[in-house]
């Protein structure tokens, strides 16, 4: 059977930083795509590149210091990487929205909410009249549960609590009905009984509108009962890539073992004394790479190969699934 | 025998107007704290959950004296801590350290990480220059940032390296009480882990107290001692960990327990859920703050407003459900 052509298609994006240290290599040699109406997991440690992947796509980093390359990002028959300011502007919040970890990235701390989302509608639906734009507005926010949407429509971002604030910033994000929404941690402030509730939202707009979405998230819980395919990065590589079931099945990387491994769910308690499994050691500096595979040091598996070279993404157990690690290499040949 | 509490809060209110409109339409009134009454005991780690918006943060910074204009009082050690002038509050600014929800506007944009992590030695002029450089290598190792980060500013961090560096600052003073707002909610499980456990080594060595505010249920499990559970301003339930995860009485506690995700593909997500409006602050329901939501409300539950009950011992709750014994709230 033919697949669909994907709606994203990232292939080698790598992005740097210079900075008074020396370069940061933050993203290196990234691939995967999406396709229509899928919801694709992004996970990995803190710091290992899954916001500077999202912020890529969009072209929100700022050149310089950062340095963007890459063969391309194809979103349908356009290469992202190609097009002109005017153009991508025209794209995003319409064609590829996004929610932002950092949430003053997308509210304007001197502006009322209201007024924020109206200008979002406004500005990708210029014909729409005044009063459909309020009742849109009004409308998203209720979608997003945010309870008296017409009196939080007069808050400053300040006044919101973190969840309010974090939900607002989705129902923007879903304001022009995207074909891809990025959401990069759109749902660390909220409690269950609402992400539940958002994470619905978002999987009925996939089924009703065939929206796609990245989802970058910390939380395997969610990923587990979202997504259809999961990217682990570590240290600005992907090291591991499947459909959602496989990776929680059988795990490949040592990496992606240690995070299932490291669920608060999962604590053990001996003589009274309550430790969480972690996978020891820290992150390499992204300034100074060492040779080899980048998790070596805090690999419990780690052998000869592993020091001397970066192994590259190789098939492991089911189709569609990649792992780099040399463990896998012998299988091959 | 009970020690005396680290700190009390008593019957905290606290309301903030919301501008509406333009042309002077009536202002609304968010009423985040409907009379919160909480002890942090001693060496204790004290888990405060609730839903988004239920006050949670709105508590913490009361507690930290970083907000004014509250009904109630809070004494720490003892003292009201709105008494406080001059030394004594320097010592308690020293002694009670905030970790802030927000990594991201937190951290002063214009400083380098290293100088912020610093800052509160160097604004409390503790040891010698070359000694708190030490310290700040020390803390720096503890919650895991590379030495080359001390040199960067926040904006070049992603979001669990700058919780870290949040995390970093708070410990730098060797603080009694640590007031932790979402700690580690942008962290992946394994720093999670790190940290959750980092958390537990520097309580047992250094006798810490936390509060410990967070929505993921698991995180508290793990960290908490003692659990309480907010709703619209109020606490609805207040146990020993195990009491409340395993026998938890409020239908509302028992509905956050269900709705938690399993990190497990093959599980869908739990139909236990909550029907009803959204609970809003700006419109408070009557009688029992959680009636219009609850799948086993009884009449009274519509008109009165249950107190805060202690069912069993060390476990409060506040619902007519489970006894006569629950009095109604004046
Ligand atoms: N402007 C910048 N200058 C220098 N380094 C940067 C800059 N922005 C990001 N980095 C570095 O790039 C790496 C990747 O950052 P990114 O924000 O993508 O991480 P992340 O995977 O989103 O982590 P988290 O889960 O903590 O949000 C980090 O190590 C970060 O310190
Ligand atoms: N400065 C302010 N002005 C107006 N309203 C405010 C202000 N600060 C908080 N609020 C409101 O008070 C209520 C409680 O907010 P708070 O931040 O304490 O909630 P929270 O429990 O911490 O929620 P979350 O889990 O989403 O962080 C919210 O409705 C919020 O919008
Ligand atoms: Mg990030
Ligand atoms: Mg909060």
């Given at each position: 059977?033919?697949?669909?052509?994907?709606?994203?298609?990232?292939?080698?994006?790598?992005?740097t930083f210079?900075t008074?240290e020396g370069v940061v290599h933050a993203v290196d040699?990234?691939?995967?795509?999406?396709?229509?109406?899928?919801?694709?997991?992004l996970v990995g440690e803190s710091g290992c590149g899954k916001s500077v992947t999202?912020?890529?796509?969009?072209?929100?980093?700022?050149?310089?210091?950062?340095?963007?390359?890459?063969?391309?990002?194809?979103?349908?028959?356009?290469?992202?990487?190609?097009?002109?300011?005017?153009?991508?502007?025209?794209?995003?919040?319409?064609?590829?929205?996004?929610?932002?970890q950092?949430?003053?990235?997308?509210?304007?701390?001197?502006?009322?909410?209201?007024?924020?989302?109206?200008?979002?509608?406004?500005?990708?639906?210029?014909?729409?009249?005044?009063?459909?734009?309020?009742?849109?507005?009004?409308?998203?926010?209720?979608?997003?549960?945010?309870?008296?949407?017409?009196?939080?429509?007069?808050?400053?971002?300040?006044?919101?609590?973190?969840?309010?604030?974090?939900?607002?910033?989705?129902?923007?994000?879903?304001?022009?009905?995207?074909?891809?929404?990025?959401?990069?941690e759109?749902?660390?402030?909220?409690?269950?009984?609402?992400?539940?509730?958002?994470?619905?939202?978002?999987?009925?707009?996939?089924?009703?509108?065939?929206?796609?979405?990245?989802?970058i998230?910390h939380?395997l819980?969610?990923?587990?009962?979202?997504?259809?395919?999961?990217?682990v990065m570590y240290a600005g590589k992907v090291v591991e890539?499947?459909?959602?079931?496989?990776?929680?099945?059988?795990p490949?990387h040592p990496y992606t073992q240690g995070l299932l491994r490291s669920l608060p769910?999962?604590y053990?308690?001996?003589?009274?004394?309550?430790t969480l499994p972690s996978i020891p050691g820290m992150v390499p500096s992204l300034i100074e790479l060492p040779r080899g595979c980048s998790f070596r040091d805090r690999c419990d598996q780690a052998f000869?190969?592993c020091e001397?070279?970066m192994p590259?993404?190789?098939?492991?157990?089911?189709?569609?699934?990649?792992?780099r690690c040399?463990?896998?290499?012998?299988?091959?040949? | 025998?009970?020690?005396?509490?680290?700190?009390?809060?008593?019957?905290?209110?606290?309301?903030?107007?919301?501008?509406?409109?333009?042309?002077?339409?009536?202002?609304?009134?968010?009423?985040?704290?409907?009379?919160?009454?909480?002890?942090?005991?001693?060496?204790?780690?004290?888990?405060?959950?609730?839903?988004?918006?239920?006050?949670?943060?709105?508590?913490?910074?009361?507690?930290?004296?970083?907000?004014?204009?509250?009904?109630?009082?809070?004494?720490?050690?003892?003292?009201?801590?709105?008494?406080?002038?001059?030394?004594?509050?320097?010592?308690?600014?020293?002694?009670?350290?905030?970790v802030?929800?927000?990594p991201?506007?937190?951290l002063?944009?214009?400083?380098k990480v290293g100088?912020i992590i610093r800052?509160?030695?160097?604004?409390?002029?503790?040891?010698?220059?070359?000694?708190?450089q030490e310290r700040l290598g020390e803390l720096m190792n503890l919650v895991g940032l590379q030495a080359d980060h001390a040199k960067r500013y926040p904006?070049e961090f992603s979001g669990g390296q700058r919780q870290r560096v949040g995390l970093a600052r708070a410990l730098a003073?060797?603080?009694?009480?640590?007031?932790?707002?979402?700690p580690v909610s942008a962290l992946d499980v394994s720093i999670q882990a790190q940290v959750l456990n980092l958390f537990l080594e520097l309580?047992?060595k250094?006798?810490?107290?936390?509060?410990?505010?967070?929505?993921?249920?698991?995180v508290?499990?793990?960290?908490?001692?003692?659990?309480?559970?907010?709703?619209?301003?109020?606490?609805?339930?207040?146990?020993?960990?195990?009491?409340?995860?395993?026998?938890?009485?409020?239908?509302?506690?028992?509905?956050?327990?269900?709705?938690?995700?399993?990190?497990?593909?093959?599980?869908?997500?739990?139909?236990?859920?909550?029907?009803?409006?959204?609970?809003?602050?700006?419109?408070?329901?009557?009688?029992?703050?959680?009636?219009?939501?609850?799948?086993?409300?009884?009449?009274?539950?519509?008109?009165?407003?249950?107190?805060?009950?202690?069912?069993?011992?060390?476990?409060?709750?506040?619902?007519?459900?489970?006894?006569?014994?629950?009095?109604?709230?004046?």
């Amino acid at each position: 059977m033919q697949r669909e052509k994907p709606l994203l298609k990232i292939d080698g994006l790598t992005v740097t930083f210079d900075t008074s240290e020396g370069v940061v290599h933050a993203v290196d040699d990234v691939s995967f795509e999406i396709d229509r109406g899928e919801i694709v997991g992004l996970v990995g440690e803190s710091g290992c590149g899954k916001s500077v992947t999202a912020l890529s796509i969009l072209r929100l980093l700022p050149v310089p210091p950062a340095r963007i390359s890459g063969r391309s990002i194809r979103f349908k028959d356009r290469d992202l990487l190609q097009l002109s300011e005017d153009e991508m502007r025209t794209l995003r919040g319409r064609s590829i929205s996004m929610v932002f970890q950092d949430p003053m990235t997308s509210l304007n701390p001197v502006f009322k909410i209201g007024f924020q989302i109206r200008e979002m509608i406004q500005t990708h639906f210029p014909d729409m009249d005044k009063t459909a734009v309020e009742e849109r507005a009004i409308e998203l926010l209720r979608r997003v549960r945010i309870p008296s949407p017409e009196s939080r429509m007069a808050a400053y971002p300040h006044q919101l609590s973190g969840g309010l604030r974090q939900r607002v910033m989705i129902a923007m994000a879903l304001a022009c009905d995207p074909e891809l929404m990025i959401a990069d941690e759109p749902t660390t402030a909220l409690d269950v009984t609402i992400q539940a509730q958002i994470l619905e939202l978002v999987q009925e707009l996939q089924n009703d509108l065939g929206m796609s979405v990245l989802l970058i998230t910390h939380d395997l819980g969610i990923v587990a009962q979202t997504t259809q395919r999961i990217v682990v990065m570590y240290a600005g590589k992907v090291v591991e890539r499947a459909e959602t079931a496989a990776i929680f099945k059988s795990p490949c990387h040592p990496y992606t073992q240690g995070l299932l491994r490291s669920l608060p769910g999962r604590y053990v308690e001996i003589e009274g004394k309550r430790t969480l499994p972690s996978i020891p050691g820290m992150v390499p500096s992204l300034i100074e790479l060492p040779r080899g595979c980048s998790f070596r040091d805090r690999c419990d598996q780690a052998f000869e190969r592993c020091e001397q070279a970066m192994p590259p993404l190789m098939p492991c157990g089911e189709a569609d699934h990649f792992v780099r690690c040399w463990r896998y290499a012998e299988k091959e040949h | 025998m009970e020690s005396s509490p680290l700190m009390t809060a008593e019957g905290i209110y606290k309301d903030y107007p919301v501008s509406r409109g333009l042309l002077g339409t009536k202002a609304a009134v968010v009423h985040a704290l409907n009379g919160i009454d909480l002890e942090i005991k001693r060496g204790e780690t004290l888990g405060l959950v609730g839903e988004s918006g239920c006050g949670k943060s709105t508590l913490g910074r009361i507690l930290a004296r970083l907000e004014n204009g509250f009904k109630g009082s809070v004494t720490f050690e003892g003292a009201d801590v709105t008494t406080l002038r001059g030394e004594t509050l320097r010592a308690f600014r020293r002694k009670v350290q905030v970790v802030f929800q927000d990594p991201f506007s937190s951290l002063n944009p214009r400083m380098k990480v290293g100088s912020i992590i610093r800052e509160p030695l160097d604004v409390h002029g503790i040891g010698t220059p070359a000694e708190r450089q030490e310290r700040l290598g020390e803390l720096m190792n503890l919650v895991g940032l590379q030495a080359d980060h001390a040199k960067r500013y926040p904006h070049e961090f992603s979001g669990g390296q700058r919780q870290r560096v949040g995390l970093a600052r708070a410990l730098a003073l060797n603080p009694a009480l640590i007031i932790c707002d979402e700690p580690v909610s942008a962290l992946d499980v394994s720093i999670q882990a790190q940290v959750l456990n980092l958390f537990l080594e520097l309580q047992e060595k250094l006798g810490l107290t936390y509060l410990f505010i967070s929505h993921d249920l698991h995180v508290v499990q793990f960290i908490s001692d003692r659990v309480a559970v907010m709703y619209l301003g109020k606490i609805v339930e207040l146990a020993s960990k195990r009491d409340l995860y395993h026998s938890p009485l409020s239908p509302y506690t028992k509905a956050l327990l269900a709705a938690s995700p399993v990190p497990d593909p093959e599980k869908k997500r739990p139909v236990v859920r909550l029907e009803g409006d959204m609970p809003d602050p700006i419109n408070l329901p009557s009688g029992c703050l959680f009636h219009p939501r609850c799948p086993f409300k009884k009449e009274i539950c519509q008109t009165s407003s249950p107190a805060l009950t202690e069912l069993e011992p060390g476990h409060y709750v506040r619902c007519f459900l489970h006894s006569d014994a629950v009095e109604t709230e004046m």
